[in-house]
């Protein structure tokens, strides 16, 4: 059977992605929803997302954050599985989307990226591993200059999943954005660096520093169809799955 997807999101940047790796991975494009679709569009235009979830399997949302619980509700509704990629979740937007995964099947995630999930993984393993007392946890990324936000959603994933495998909470832990006299490193800090400049798609390094070693696992992305491939893996694995809000960690098998 082939499966039915549909794109909300379709007439930006990784709509347009997505709608070529739905196709290139055999599943059927339903359509999708999105502003300023242009006259001579090769996909259909749904009315809203309770119409693109109906004629769906599966549902990828690569919208904007004032949109998620809409969506929620709307998707939840529907029965269907919704592939979330969108970024910038409030804390009750994120309440909306665990709430949906006790209905339906959701893939939630803020890089789909096999790579950095991987990345993720084992950040983990190292914060366990490396106590902080001598291994200085610090990660540095780069982005394009259109980029507003920083540090970036991976880096603070990146740090989160660190500070998870040390047992603290990010918050106490995080020096970021360093300048003028910041006075010494604190023991067990988790230090964040911004870069900004050119098309740089997305590159980010973990670093651990010792005083007889470093260690350092860097992951760059150079073209942003990785996480469309990745999120178009995610809705096939979703499909006809238990309800639950999984990670991308689950649709690798590594969680
Ligand atoms: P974009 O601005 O190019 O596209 C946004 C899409 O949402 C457009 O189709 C737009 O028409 C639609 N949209 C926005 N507001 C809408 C509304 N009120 N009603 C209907 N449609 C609406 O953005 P983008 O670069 O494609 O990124 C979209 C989201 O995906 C962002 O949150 C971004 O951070 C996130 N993102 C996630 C990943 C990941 O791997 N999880 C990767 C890249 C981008």
Redesign the pocket.
């Known amino acids: 059977m082939t499966i039915r997807i549909g794109i909300?999101?379709?007439?930006?940047?990784?709509?347009r992605l997505l709608a070529e790796e739905v196709v290139a991975a055999n599943a059927e494009l339903t359509g999708?929803?999105?502003?300023?679709a242009p006259e001579d569009r090769a996909f259909e235009l749904f009315a809203d997302i309770a119409e693109l979830a109906a004629a769906s399997d599966a549902v990828l949302d690569?919208?904007?954050?004032?949109?998620a619980q809409s969506h929620a509700a709307a998707l939840t509704a529907s029965g269907k599985a919704w592939i979330l990629?969108?970024?910038?979740l409030s804390a009750a937007d994120e309440a909306a989307v665990a709430a949906a995964g006790e209905h339906i099947p959701v893939v939630q995630?803020?890089?789909?990226?096999p790579g950095v999930n991987l990345v993720l993984a084992l950040a983990e393993r190292m914060g366990a591993a490396l106590p902080d007392h001598a291994y200085d946890a610090e990660i540095v990324e780069m982005h394009h200059r259109q980029k507003v936000d920083a540090p970036s959603?991976t880096a603070i994933a990146i740090g989160r999943a660190v500070a998870k495998g040390r047992g603290v909470s990010l918050g106490d832990v995080t020096e970021s954005g360093r300048h003028g006299h910041t006075g010494a490193r604190k023991t067990g800090a988790i230090g964040f660096a911004a870069l900004r400049g050119g098309q740089v798609v997305g590159e980010h390094s973990l670093i651990f520093a010792a005083g007889a070693e470093q260690i350092l696992l860097t992951h760059r992305a150079f073209d942003?169809r990785v996480?469309a491939t990745?999120?178009v893996r995610a809705a096939l694995w979703a499909v006809n799955r238990p309800p639950h809000l999984y990670s991308m960690m689950d649709v690798l098998g590594m969680s």
């Open positions: 909300a999101g379709i007439t930006g940047r990784m709509g999708g929803i999105g502003l300023d690569f919208t904007h954050a004032s949109l990629g969108t970024t910038g995630a803020s890089n789909f990226s959603g942003r996480f990745g999120a």
